[in-house]
């Protein structure tokens, strides 16, 4: 309707649009920064939707892990299809995962997320146990 004055809802952005949104946060100002009322600032959502679909801060860097682990899988599966010798291949990998300088994100949060599973439920390790394996599977067969 033309005259409606009816505040419209603003539609959650994409879960991957967050997730980006929390790793440029963790490059720009730093893991002690990324807060659920910084975060839903930087992509228009209050602290109280974060919350309700990421249901904690823990659970929001273990899915922002998760992702970025995801796209670095990626890129492993394109280092392990590569020709090359092993040598070649390995000094790839490592220029993937070296920390590109002392506020590198996926470290920062790497870590943070290792640090707290300590606290974790069994199914939060699990899939950090997940993260993990599937690191060092494509590590075995780059070597291979």
Do not use: C
């Not at 009322?37 to 959502?45: D, K, N, T």
């Not at 659970?59 to 998760?66: A, D, K, M, N």
């Not at 670095?72 to 299809?81: F, K, M, V």
């Amino acid at each position: 309707m033309a005259g409606d004055s009816t505040p419209r809802r603003k539609n959650a952005p994409p879960r991957e649009d967050v997730l980006a949104a929390a790793m440029d946060m963790i490059a720009e100002r730093g893991l002690e920064k990324l807060t659920m009322a910084a975060l839903g600032r930087e992509v228009g959502m209050s602290s109280g939707h974060l919350l309700y679909y990421f249901h904690s801060k823990d659970e929001l860097l273990l899915q922002t892990l998760e992702w970025s682990e995801g796209r670095l899988g990626a890129e492993r599966g394109r280092l392990l299809a590569a020709r090359g010798t092993a040598r070649e291949r390995l000094d790839a990998y490592v220029d993937l995962y070296v920390p590109d300088g002392h506020r590198d994100p996926h470290w920062t949060l790497w870590l943070e997320v290792w640090n707290r599973s300590q606290n974790a439920d069994d199914a939060a390790r699990e899939r950090q146990v997940a993260i993990e394996g599937a690191w060092h599977r494509d590590l075995v067969a780059l070597l291979a």
